[in-house]
């Protein structure tokens, strides 16, 4: 069983940055691919970046080039950096790790998740 919490977030200004952590224990963190969700209430869940046990990387198009996934399986610990951030990046960010071998962008497909941080821009 893989256990994730999350920290980071917060309160920023538009155009601001923040940087999310995830620190997974539990299991064998180096073999799980690390994915990012965010969520607004009322709104399904949504695919932000993940980066696979290989360290291939996958963004959303509405955060490509903004937002950057890292791992580090030393320290069993997964981070997204923030940059340029918009009204619309206000969500709470999730993350969420599976075991299988090929990377997802699909929520289902996740086996464990954290509780959450919550992100909020001001415009």
């Known amino acids: 069983q893989v256990q994730l919490v999350e920290s980071g977030g917060g309160l920023v200004q538009a155009g601001g940055s923040l940087r999310l952590s995830c620190a997974a224990s539990g299991g064998t963190f180096s073999r799980y691919s690390m994915g990012w969700f965010r969520q607004d209430p009322g709104k399904e869940r949504e695919f932000v970046a993940v980066?696979?046990?290989?360290?291939?990387?996958k963004y959303a198009d509405s955060v490509k080039g903004r937002f950057i996934i890292s791992r580090d399986n030393a320290k069993n610990t997964v981070c997204l950096q923030m940059n340029s951030l918009k009204s619309e990046d206000t969500a709470n960010y999730y993350c969420a790790a599976h075991g299988r071998v090929l990377s997802t962008t699909q929520v289902d497909r996740y086996d464990y998740w954290g509780q959450g941080t919550q992100v909020t821009v001001s415009s």
């Open positions: 980066i696979s046990w290989s360290g291939a990387v």
